[in-house]
């Protein structure tokens, strides 16, 4: 009879989780601070998968047996060779099924006191799903909306420094938001990797403070927020972030001046635009990146590009944006963090206490 765990809300009983899923299912998205010990590879599972419908299902199982018992084996040689006696270890694989059941069955059998989680990783995603279409709704949002380049991911790092709660969503979403926003040799998580993020991020706040973030739209990137925290943000207290035009173009070149070493990719996103902007328009910022025309360049997506359409669409979303709060914010200062203490104390009145 398996050992059987039902309760997500027990999972701290134990001493350690283990996810015998394949690398590529743990990398997707795992329980938060499980040990990823494969009883079959990706290579294997895929073996075992074209066998079963190929040849036959008792085959399959036959030679998959084979194959986990041998990795089993392989895993109490080295990652579980130093568990105490009383260690109390978790296991789950896809719904708790024949992969985990064995390595449960196989430790217990050793004397350590393991369990399989009823359901398997199936049972915590749909947990993290609803935890995601309540939890937003729980806190109270100050939304940093304003311009781009205005500095807003400058200051939102500022108000943490400052002791402020934040949500990066950018952060856990490893994308800037814009056509642009790719990060550098970082590629973005999956999405059931970003809401397992997004869900111990919203986990660790304080209900009775406020919780800083910045405005974001419903992608970033390949990324989509649930509709439960944008529907709550999006009717939080405001407050627009200001810089003067050489500081916001300073800000992109900065945050984006590295486009300029990819310039073939720079021009591919660049080419995204036509039809909100015209050909010959496109084709000149290309020209601009060819020539080195960095500060050039930003300077026209600021006017031409990026303040149009924070000017269509700067009251859509937020509700609250008439009554903002305004704050100049000078991003490349290094008092930001003054200056985060200081939109603290201007704003504790309407938002709650910030401490």
């Not at 299902?57 to 080295?78: K, S, W």
């Not at 149009?308 to 963090?337: K, Q």
């Amino acid at each position: 009879m398996k050992n059987l765990l039902a309760d997500l809300s027990r999972i701290h009983d134990f001493d350690e989780i283990v996810d015998v899923r394949t690398p590529l299912e743990f990398a997707e998205d795992h329980i938060p601070g499980a040990l990823n010990a494969p009883v079959l590879s990706n290579e294997e599972r895929v073996i075992i998968g074209t066998m079963y419908k190929q040849v036959s299902p008792f085959e399959a199982t036959r030679v998959g047996a084979a194959m986990v018992a041998r990795n089993i084996a392989h895993h109490l040689d080295t990652t579980f060779a130093d568990r105490p006696r009383n260690w109390k270890p978790l296991i789950y694989c896809w719904r708790g099924g024949k992969r985990s059941g064995s390595m449960t069955t196989w430790f217990n059998l050793i004397g350590w006191q393991a369990r399989q989680l009823d359901g398997g990783y199936k049972t915590y995603r749909r947990a993290t799903l609803e935890l995601l279409d309540t939890l937003p709704r729980r806190f109270r949002y100050v939304a940093l909306v304003g311009h781009t380049g205005s500095g807003k991911t400058r200051l939102l790092q500022a108000l943490r420094a400052a002791g402020a709660q934040v949500l990066d969503l950018e952060a856990l979403a490893a994308h800037r938001g814009s056509l642009l926003g790719a990060l550098p040799g970082e590629p973005q998580p999956s999405q059931k990797g970003f809401d397992s993020a997004l869900a111990v991020a919203l986990r660790s706040f304080d209900v009775t403070r406020p919780v800083f973030v910045e405005a974001e739209s419903r992608r970033i990137g390949a990324i989509t927020l649930p509709e439960s925290l944008l529907t709550t943000f999006h009717q939080a207290a405001c407050v627009e972030v200001e810089a003067s035009h050489d500081d916001r173009i300073a800000f992109l070149l900065q945050d984006y001046g590295h486009l300029f070493d990819e310039p073939a990719f720079f021009k591919e996103q660049l080419s995204k635009l036509i039809g909100l902007h015209s050909r010959e328009r496109v084709t000149r910022w290309h020209r601009l990146i060819d020539e080195g025309g960095r500060a050039e360049l930003f300077a026209e997506l600021i006017d031409l590009h990026y303040d149009p359409a924070y000017a269509r669409s700067s009251g859509a979303h937020f509700s609250e944006l008439a009554r903002a709060t305004h704050m100049l914010f000078r991003p490349n200062d290094a008092d930001s963090v003054e200056q985060a203490r200081s939109l603290l104390a201007q704003i504790s009145e309407t938002v709650g206490a910030i401490g």
